[in-house]
């Protein structure tokens, strides 16, 4: 584990330089989903080191909520999709790393523009329709914020992929119980996430620390066996928003909002250089 | 005068579920997705066919432009079937980020579009689609005449990569393109040579516009008459050579005015060539409930409204 937790430091370095450098971004979700990347990049999937858009004999990823960009791009770069540099134009101009994640400016890794909620699920049942019409048994994993379940668009994917035994996918769900306008509860409170899907016929994994690499990991290796069994599978992760740095963790504040020049100090010596900043 | 032969009226979404199927036969990569209107869609004979390859979403079409989104990545071309409003108003923004931006090889294919669904009444009848999808960039966006032209499209479609809208619609309407015939995307079809005044003309009003144009020579006016199935990429060239030897134009759409087909030739005109321009279209309005002769009566979208702006343009020739 000494390797993946050198990346957890080294991301999150990586995430609150970003976010610092510009202003802007969103350092909270993507802290909280840094164990959850590194674990399901570097240990789980089946990854070809080349990268092509049709992603076939291979596992494929989609972020759907692409606001956490961050955590994304630098487990990309980590994983050697392209150049850890730049990292370093995040949100600037004339940039592969858009804000939000984009195919359109033909970053390697990114397989589907996301950013406007809700829309990544059925994108990742499509991938998966695609990989059985193929006769590709890889997997699809696809994360979520558990606010962008607010979006009704999700309910009709989670409807349809249980109908239809979409058994070759594992959606997460980031349960950090946080979103821009405060907690989950107070905003439009969701009611018993797990018991949702299971009622829709969905196998449901309960990862009660999405922040621990080897809990990640096992339920990641649990999900995996509960594939091609007819159903779809969701992993219901709780997480901490901004997790890893103190003064962040815990607030829906730190969402979309960047650390200054003090505050990144104070980030940076909470979690030493591990494999060379970019 | 070229004689237009009506070799029967058939709707124009018989001729994709035709198409459709015969992609079906030809390209074993073609997927059809519909949202519980396989029927209205003609995609019945296809789901039949090819069960393995057709997809049921469902009342949910956000959900289906997703799929059919990601059913791209392994290499598939899907085909997605619903009504018009249902393809693009409802999921604007499902098409604008996962089909349009993403650059996804999607088809969106949209039944009943336009006034003459008819008795269904204004929730139904779109008139803003084309204005919808040929706003966003790299969409491909096509309006055909009768059946045979929807279902040589269909099959041109599937080769050519980037995401498409294709609008076709309800009626059984006159069938008087060539059964076989080169269905080129972005190409124009010169359909009545004449010196007079140009009409170009999109999906349902391209058979008005031969009646128009019949009518008019008959008065001693001649009309040249251009086919636009490809709202976007416009063929400008057809348009331009034919404007500078009238010297005025009409357009002609089941569309909104706003939007539409005519928008985007005046915006040609005003770049190349000024001449004076006339619009048959909806006038930014919403349709109503009735027969669909008797809404494009009232909706002025008929060869009576096009001879009569025909009249008014060539009177507005200095």
């Known amino acids: 584990m000494k390797k993946l937790e050198d990346l957890v430091f080294q991301i999150r370095r990586d995430i609150v330089r970003?976010?610092?450098?510009?202003?802007?971004?969103?350092?909270?979700?993507?802290?909280?989903?840094?164990?959850?990347?590194?674990?399901?990049?570097?240990?789980?999937?089946?990854r070809r080191d080349d990268f092509d858009m049709n992603g076939k004999d291979e596992d494929l990823f989609f972020l759907s909520n692409g606001h956490i960009s961050p955590v994304y791009y630098s487990t990309l770069a980590r994983a050697g999709y392209f150049p850890v540099t730049e990292l370093n134009t995040f949100r600037k101009i004339n940039s592969r790393l858009q804000g939000h994640p984009t195919t359109h400016e033909g970053l390697p890794g990114i397989r589907i523009a996301s950013g406007s909620l809700g829309q990544g699920m059925s994108v990742a049942i499509g991938a998966a329709i695609s990989k059985k019409l193929n006769n590709d048994r890889n997997i699809i994993y696809s994360l979520h914020g558990d606010g962008e379940l607010q979006e009704g668009q999700n309910w009709e994917a989670i409807m349809f992929a249980s109908a239809n035994k979409i058994d070759n996918i594992i959606c997460t769900i980031d349960y950090n119980q946080k979103q821009i306008d405060g907690d989950l509860k107070e905003v439009l409170d969701l009611g018993d996430i797990p018991q949702k899907f299971k009622s829709f016929n969905w196998h449901v994994i309960k990862l009660l620390d999405g922040n621990n690499l080897k809990k990640v990991e096992e339920a990641l290796i649990s999900a995996k066996k509960l594939t091609g069994n007819g159903k779809p599978v969701a992993i219901i992760m709780n997480t901490i928003m901004g997790n890893g740095v103190d003064y962040m963790m815990g607030s829906h504040k730190w969402h979309g909002v960047a650390p200054n020049n003090e505050e990144l100090k104070i980030a940076l010596d909470q979690n030493p250089e591990t494999l060379k900043d970019y | 005068?070229?004689?237009?032969?009506?070799?029967?009226?058939?709707?124009?979404?018989?001729?994709?579920?035709?198409?459709?199927?015969?992609?079906?036969?030809?390209?074993?990569?073609?997927?059809?997705?519909?949202?519980?209107?396989?029927?209205?869609?003609?995609?019945?004979?296809?789901?039949?066919?090819?069960?393995?390859?057709?997809?049921?979403?469902?009342?949910?079409?956000?959900?289906?432009?997703?799929?059919?989104?990601?059913?791209?990545?392994?290499?598939?071309?899907?085909?997605?079937?619903?009504?018009?409003?249902?393809?693009?108003?409802?999921?604007?923004?499902?098409?604008?980020?996962?089909?349009?931006?993403?650059?996804?090889?999607?088809?969106?294919?949209?039944?009943?579009?336009?006034?003459?669904?008819?008795?269904?009444?204004?929730?139904?009848?779109?008139?803003?689609?084309?204005?919808?999808?040929?706003?966003?960039?790299?969409?491909?966006?096509?309006?055909?005449?009768?059946?045979?032209?929807?279902?040589?499209?269909?099959?041109?479609?599937?080769?050519?990569?980037?995401?498409?809208?294709?609008?076709?619609?309800?009626?059984?309407?006159?069938?008087?393109?060539?059964?076989?015939?080169?269905?080129?995307?972005?190409?124009g079809v010169k359909l009545i040579n004449g010196n007079d005044v140009t009409i170009v003309s999109t999906g349902h009003l391209v058979w008005q516009s031969i009646i128009a144009a019949n009518e008019l020579s008959n008065q001693g006016v001649k009309a040249d008459v251009i086919n636009i199935h490809t709202i976007k990429p416009l063929d400008k060239q057809i348009i331009l050579d034919s404007i500078s030897k009238t010297n005025c134009i009409v357009s002609c759409e089941e569309h909104n005015i706003i939007g539409g087909l005519g928008e985007s030739i005046s915006r040609l005109i005003v770049k190349n060539i000024?001449?004076?321009?006339?619009?048959?279209?909806?006038?930014?309005?919403?349709?109503?409930?009735?027969?669909?002769?008797?809404?494009?009566?009232?909706?002025k979208l008929d060869s009576e409204n096009i001879i009569k702006k025909c009249k008014k343009v060539i009177s507005r020739k200095k």
Do not use: W
Request: glycine share 12%.
């Open chain 1, 18 to 46: 970003m976010v610092n450098e510009v202003n802007s971004g969103h350092p909270g979700g993507s802290l909280g989903c840094t164990e959850f990347f590194i674990v399901l990049f570097f240990k789980i999937m089946n």
């Open chain 2, 1 to 187: 005068m070229i004689k237009f032969i009506n070799k029967g009226n058939n709707d124009t979404r018989s001729g994709f579920g035709a198409g459709l199927l015969e992609l079906g036969r030809t390209n074993k990569n073609v997927v059809a997705l519909c949202a519980d209107l396989t029927g209205s869609l003609k995609m019945n004979e296809f789901k039949n066919e090819f069960p393995n390859r057709f997809i049921q979403v469902g009342i949910a079409e956000a959900n289906m432009m997703g799929i059919a989104a990601g059913l791209t990545i392994g290499d598939k071309i899907p085909f997605t079937g619903t009504f018009a409003n249902f393809s693009t108003g409802r999921v604007y923004d499902q098409i604008r980020q996962s089909i349009a931006y993403s650059n996804k090889n999607v088809k969106i294919c949209a039944s009943h579009a336009g006034i003459t669904l008819g008795e269904d009444g204004a929730t139904h009848q779109i008139l803003e689609d084309l204005g919808l999808m040929k706003m966003l960039p790299g969409m491909t966006v096509i309006n055909t005449c009768d059946y045979n032209q929807t279902k040589a499209a269909t099959i041109e479609i599937a080769k050519h990569f980037g995401p498409v809208y294709l609008r076709f619609g309800r009626p059984k309407v006159p069938n008087f393109t060539p059964e076989k015939q080169n269905f080129i995307i972005g190409k």
């Open chain 2, 274 to 299: 000024l001449c004076p321009m006339e619009f048959v279209g909806v006038n930014d309005t919403f349709g109503e409930s009735g027969k669909p002769e008797d809404l494009m009566k009232k909706y």
